[in-house]
């Protein structure tokens, strides 16, 4: 594994956290990088923070809505998200994605197990 402050992608470990949600996590001490991957029927349920979030979708499709917005992103869109503001994603194709976050999220590090937006997280 790479060490601070050079890393390669592929040297961070990937996380699977559901069958419909894959991650790779890097952590600063400020802010944090989550590379995505969400299968078609993946959901992220309605949910805020206090984090500023910025997501750039890469490839798939994704329907998100943050506050009372509601767009399709494909890949080349990114969606800001200000902290304290409810967001809510459904992943219509498979999709990769980057999410910045900042400051760090306890329940998005490595090892914390299934974030609550994302339990039970596939469409039926």
């Known amino acids: 594994m790479s060490e601070l402050p050079f890393l ?11 069958d419909v949600f894959s991650r790779r996590t890097i952590v600063g001490k400020q802010e944090m990088i989550v590379w995505a991957s969400a ?12 984090n500023e979030q910025i997501f750039w979708i890469l490839s798939g499709e994704m329907e998100c809505r943050v506050g009372e917005q ?12 200000e902290g304290g503001i409810e967001h809510e ?6 999709t990769e994605f980057v999410s910045m976050l900042a ?7 490595p090892g914390a197990g299934i974030p ?4 039970g997280s596939e469409i039926p």
């Open 8 to 18: 390669s992608l592929l040297s961070i470990e990937k996380e699977v956290v559901t």
């Open 39 to 50: 299968k078609a029927g993946c959901h992220a349920k309605a949910h805020l923070h206090p």
């Open 70 to 81: 509601v767009r399709t992103c494909h890949g080349g869109d990114i969606v800001v998200v």
């Open 89 to 94: 994603m459904w992943v219509r194709q498979d």
């Open 103 to 109: 400051p760090v999220r306890l329940d998005l590090l």
């Open 116 to 119: 609550v937006h994302l339990r």
